[in-house]
């Protein structure tokens, strides 16, 4: 069980790495020193993966049948709409839980993820994550920002079952 603090420290630790964003990259071994594969790419989920001690590839039923066992954003948005898991469903944002939003295609390809950092009044004030929009700006694909890329209508907050609630 993850406090999260230790959550936040962790994710934390990846800042300044200069990974570099590739998707479907990285999160796959929990005990590395960074979410980053052999060649330091990473994105979002992998990156979230990492940082709550998990393999992006679980043997879990749902996921295995939801898309062949890979832990993604839309698999995660997926998981915290069902009874069993390893996520649930927020109705509102707190320090170490997560904002996910799916791929909605052809418009969206893809969906993003990121830890949530700052709550104030009700509303998500800062966000780690793992992104080419970083990657690009920065030449570190994790950074900590504003949430403005999560500010999308289907946007959620889910709670992983491994934090302590604290």
């Known amino acids: 069980v993850l406090t999260i603090a230790e959550l936040l420290k962790r994710a934390r630790s990846a ?25 330091n790419e990473c994105d979002c989920s992998g990156f979230v993966c990492w940082c709550l001690g998990i393999s992006r590839k679980t043997e879990h039923p749902m996921y ?12 995660i ?3 915290a709409n069902q009874p069993t898991g390893f996520f649930s469903k927020l109705d509102d944002p707190k320090v170490g839980c997560l904002v996910v939003f799916p791929s909605k295609r052809p418009r969206r390809p893809y969906g993003h993820i990121g830890i949530v950092t700052e709550v104030s009044k009700g509303e ?15 030449k570190d694909a994790v950074r900590e920002t504003p949430p403005t890329v999560f500010r999308v209508p289907d946007a959620i907050f889910v709670w992983f079952e491994g934090i302590e609630q604290g």
């Open 64 to 75: 295995v049948r939801f898309n062949g066992g890979w832990i993604n954003t839309d698999a």
């Open 77 to 79: 948005v997926h998981d």
């Open 124 to 138: 998500v004030k800062r966000v780690i994550h793992c992104s080419l929009e970083n990657y690009r700006k920065y």
């Open 15 to 39: 800042v300044g790495k200069r990974i570099k964003y590739r998707l479907g990259a990285g999160g796959i071994d929990p005990k590395a020193p960074t979410p980053a594969n052999i060649n």
